[in-house]
């Protein structure tokens, strides 16, 4: 009897392993230029930015750091440098289970960083492209409209007011389109709420309903049945 106790609990012990090392993400990488810093690696928990872990950089840019996933989620890499300047100093990545790369440089810490290894950060990488386009036209619209020369011809600042709405209504519909045609990917339920939670609810109905059983059962998807209560009980 006691041989078997011993013989249940190496099992448990074995299987408890196991999931952890299944849900351990890996994330390391270099920072080109960096000699002197901390390196913060973060995530939003209850609507808190949290950190997670941290490393004191003394000569090398190196770094790794290693912390549980029990689906895929948005993660921050933080540097805090000593330059008195706070943009460009936080990386977002989608991190999962598995070892994710990331590799960029001190003086363009953001902007330059290449993320490999998560299939979901491709996705976001795909989204974030095409989104930013958008964006970008947005703010070239808003500034046009005051332009002193343009202030002075109604016709004019109507056509760049039309054009701005245009804009966002196809960026919101880009959104909503690329949820819906990826919806095997944590991808869906993080941009359904992140840029269209406001849509009609049967938008997001649509989603939910199409995500696939891991991915309604991840982290965004579970946030996105949770909204989609909330929103009905106010109707």
């Keep these: 009897m006691k041989q078997f106790l011993v013989s249940l609990l190496l099992v448990v012990f074995c299987v408890a392993c196991a999931d952890k090392a299944e849900n351990t993400m890996l994330v390391n990488g ?19 930015l ?15 750091f290693s912390t549980t996933v029990e689906s895929p989620q948005i993660f921050y890499l933080y540097l805090k440098k000593e330059d008195n300047n706070d943009m460009n100093d936080r990386i977002t990545f989608f991190g999962e289970p598995g070892t994710i790369s990331i590799q960029t440089s001190w003086n363009d810490f953001e902007k330059k960083a290449l993320i490999e290894g ?9 989204y974030s492209k095409v989104i930013s386009r958008f964006n970008t036209q947005s703010i070239e619209q808003l500034q046009a409209s005051v332009n002193p020369e343009l202030v002075k011809d109604p016709n004019a600042i109507d056509s760049l007011q039309k054009a701005y709405e245009k804009n966002i209504l196809r960026s919101y519909l880009y959104a909503l ?14 941009i359904a709420l992140k840029d269209v939670a406001d849509a009609n609810v049967k938008y997001l109905d649509s989603i939910y309903n199409s995500l696939s059983p891991e991915v309604a059962n991840g982290t965004y998807g ?3 049945k949770k909204h989609l209560s909330e929103v009905k009980e106010k109707e």
């Excluded at 901390?38 to 808190?48: A, E, I």
């Excluded at 998560?118 to 795909?126: D, R």
């Excluded at 389109?177 to 993080?190: D, K, M």
Aim: glycine content about 6%; cysteine-free; charged content about 25%.
């Design 177 to 190: 389109n690329f949820a819906l045609n990826n919806t095997e990917s944590h991808i869906a339920p993080y």
């Design 118 to 126: 998560s299939e979901t950060q491709k996705k976001l990488e795909e």
């Design 222 to 224: 579970l946030a996105l």
């Design 30 to 48: 270099s920072v080109k230029g960096l000699k002197k810093g901390v390196l913060y690696l973060q995530k939003v928990s209850d609507t808190t």
């Design 50 to 64: 949290v950190t997670i872990d941290s490393l004191v950089v003394k000569g090398s840019g190196d770094f790794k």
